[in-house]
């Protein structure tokens, strides 16, 4: 709890504050519920530091309409926003049941090929939607990925914080000099706070998908420094190294490569073909365990 939160038991529009369940950069998040029919949702309350920062306001009413404007089910859903007593903004989202992308590995360290690949292929349907949208998302992480269980045994894959996002991307949207996102995700023109297309995304998620199957990140270090000097300079290491199927390893440097004109097109373009190592696999265990 902060100093600032808002009371169990207070109104924020419709619904009734029960607790504080997170805190982010811009944010302060909530569970609430309707006093009436009960529905849970999750609010998220710009925080009191930055509600006079017109930049910051800005990327947090560009996030509501980011995500309103997609309306994709691998989106968290926002469907209210408004302003407390004090000035500051809210929205009113879904309230989401599970764990992230980053709490599952590391429990488990990494992902099978077949496991991973029905995650991956609907994060790539959420920010694809985005991108016919005119939308980046610019900080795609496993923090932002989150994994509602099903009966079935799968995930429900929702697609978080759009709060850096950029609307209308084209050659020229963004600032030189202007660098936004987590250093261990983010691509070489990211890094160096150059102008900014979809293909941002896709080594984003490339770097999703080499976390997931080989267990290890392309490039770490001790400081965001080292870090981003990696990212603009270094080759990754072939992920096979740390025990990921060697017929990934094409795929996922391409996503991976310095150049954005050389990755793929599209975010399911890449997990199209990571899908077909992922049947080719499979048809090959099932012709051994069958005896052919």
Not at 79 to 103: I, P, Q, T, W
Not at 119 to 147: C, G, S, W, Y
Not at 177 to 196: A, R
């Amino acid at each position: 709890m902060t100093d600032d939160s808002i009371a169990e038991g207070t109104m924020v529009g419709e619904y009734e504050i029960v607790r504080q369940i997170g805190v982010g950069g811009m944010g302060v998040v909530y569970l609430a519920v309707h006093p009436v029919i009960g529905k849970k949702v999750a609010i998220k309350v710009l925080r009191p530091e930055v509600a006079g920062d017109e930049d910051l306001v800005n990327r947090f009413v560009t996030e509501a309409r980011s995500v309103n404007s997609i309306d994709h089910q691998n989106i968290i859903d926002v469907f209210a926003f408004g302003r407390l007593a004090d000035g500051r903004h809210y929205y009113v989202m879904e309230y989401l049941k599970g764990l992230s992308l980053e709490e599952l590995l590391e429990k488990r360290g990494h992902l099978s090929l077949t496991d991973a690949v029905p995650i991956f292929r609907q994060i790539a349907d959420a920010v694809d939607a985005a991108h016919e949208r005119h939308i980046i998302h610019r900080d795609l992480k496993p923090d932002n990925i989150f994994l509602v269980p099903r009966r079935s045994g799968r995930y429900r894959v929702v697609v978080l914080d759009f709060g850096i996002a950029k609307l209308n991307f084209g050659p020229h949207t963004t600032a030189t000099g202007m660098v936004m996102g987590t250093p261990l995700y983010m691509s070489p023109e990211q890094c160096l706070g150059q102008n900014l297309d979809h293909r941002t995304d896709v080594y984003a998620l490339g770097t999703i998908c080499y976390r997931t199957l080989a267990g290890r990140l392309p490039f770490d270090g001790e400081s965001v420094q080292v870090v981003m000097y990696q990212q603009i300079s270094n080759m990754p290491p072939t992920p096979s190294n740390f025990g990921s199927h060697p017929a990934v390893d094409a795929i996922l440097l391409r996503a991976l490569d310095k150049d954005p004109q050389q990755r793929h097109e599209s975010l399911n373009a890449m997990v199209a073909e990571l899908a077909a190592v992922a049947g080719m696999s499979s048809g090959a265990r099932d012709a051994v365990h069958s005896g052919q």
